[in-house]
């Protein structure tokens, strides 16, 4: 017999009643974390990770920032976000990205990229920038490869450790 990548192992019972009580957990606590979340932010989303872990996305925005947070339905919602993207409105076309913060490496990051993108176009917003800067040099190729990912324009000065980042939506 061949492996190939489009063939999935057979799950046993006791792999698929795990996974279903994993769901039916994040759902429960989905409700309940939306509740709580609407209390303060607008809920703009439930979406999912690429490792099916499901998410409350919601935001606080005003005219001249916004941030995007992400709570996953793993745990119950106690006030604080797992992942936030904060952008500055720099004028009608323009929306700057000044930090991207949470836990690495699961998923978080995309689903509030997509999402920026997203109200960028429902705000009829252009462009996304955003800045490389030294501190983020630890791991610029981990950056250069999310933000290329998505689409953005990455340049970067390996000299002077910095850099910037466009997403035109015309493109």
Same mark, same amino acid.
């Given at each position: 017999m061949t492996n190939s990548a489009f063939l999935q192992e057979e799950k046993s019972k006791n792999e698929l009643k795990e996974e279903? $009580?994993?769901l039916e957990i994040q759902l429960y606590r989905m409700q309940n974390n939306i509740k709580e979340i609407a209390k303060k932010s607008e809920v703009i989303s439930i979406d999912q990770t690429p490792n099916d872990e499901w998410v409350v996305v919601y /935001?606080?925005?005003d005219k $001249?920032?916004?941030q995007l947070m992400l709570h996953s339905c793993k745990r119950s919602f106690q006030g604080n976000w797992h992942s936030a993207l904060q952008a500055e409105v720099k004028d009608d076309s323009t929306?700057?990205? /000044?930090a991207i913060k949470g836990e #690495?490496?699961?998923?978080y990051g995309s689903v509030l990229m997509n999402h920026l993108k #997203?109200? /960028?176009k429902e705000e009829n917003v252009q462009y996304i920038t955003g800045d490389l800067v030294k501190r983020d040099y630890g791991h610029v190729d981990r950056?250069? =490869?999310? =933000?290329e990912k998505h689409d953005f324009d990455v340049t970067i000065d390996h000299t002077e450790k910095c850099g910037e980042i466009i997403w035109n939506d015309d493109e």
């Open positions: 279903l $009580d994993d /935001a606080d925005r $001249d920032t916004w929306v700057h990205i /000044a #690495e490496n699961r998923g #997203e109200i /960028a950056l250069q =490869y999310f =933000y």
